[in-house]
T-cell receptor, first 116, second 117 residues
């Protein structure tokens, strides 16, 4: 079975600092995809970044980057130069190519608070 | 691109009422849509996978007669909470896949806050 673990229930960071949100996963699928979503207090889920299991390079999207360490089964999200608007819940998710194809398995989430 | 519209955004109704929630993909066709439920301060829990033109696949523990799903077209899936009771109060959110491939993200609607009095 696939599993995503986010061990940080809450994170508090000073504005303009970088922050790393942890995510570890477990799967027996040889091919899988890892996703990060942001959920503001209004509730919508905003797709941030994707990392494929066979991608050679770490994914980057603007201020977001993914520190993908396949051997450790971790896919940490790094947000550089944090802004007040980054305060939200962040979910790590995984989709396998075989087990439950197309379904996303979500972690418990991390609530990020950016302090001015 | 890849916009998903969910309606209504908030519903408050009396116990025993049936509530229909719509999920539309506005600028793409979605053969597969997903329905999630989220309790306060918790993660998203997948309720069912909705496939266009066929019966939905429900996750274990989700009552299919309670949560009716219809995916009649490539752009619309509906979730009907039948005879809703206070314990059905929750945040319901849908998502849609724009295409195949493991790298395609699910695109989410804005969610529906359902309150049953």
């Amino acid at each position: 079975a696939q599993k995503i673990t986010q061990t940080q229930p809450g994170m508090f960071v000073q504005e303009k600092e970088a922050v790393t949100l942890d995510c570890t996963y477990d799967t027996s699928d040889p091919s899988y995809g890892l996703f990060w979503y942001k959920q503001p207090s209004s509730g919508e889920m905003i797709f941030l970044i994707y990392q494929g299991s066979y991608d050679q390079q770490n994914a980057t999207e603007g201020r977001y980057s993914l520190n993908f360490q396949k051997a450790r089964k971790s896919a940490n999200l790094v947000i550089s130069a944090s802004q007040l608007g980054d305060s939200a819940m962040y979910f790590c998710a995984m989709r396998g190519a075989i087990q439950g194809a197309q379904k996303l398995v979500f972690g418990q989430g991390t609530r990020l608070t950016i302090n001015p | 691109g890849a916009v998903v519209s969910q309606h209504p955004s908030r519903v408050i109704c009396k116990s025993g009422t049936s509530v229909k929630i719509e999920c539309r993909s506005l600028d793409f066709q979605a053969t597969t849509m997903f329905w999630y439920r989220q309790f306060p301060k918790q993660s998203l829990m997948l309720m069912a996978t909705s496939n266009e033109g066929s019966k939905a696949t429900y996750e274990q523990g989700v009552e299919k007669d309670k949560f009716l799903i219809n995916h009649a077209s490539l752009t619309l899936s509906t979730l009907t909470v039948t005879s809703a009771h206070p314990e059905d109060s929750s945040f319901y959110i849908c998502s849609a896949l724009a295409g195949g491939g493991n790298n395609q993200p699910q695109h989410f609607g804005d969610g529906t806050r359902l309150s049953i009095l």
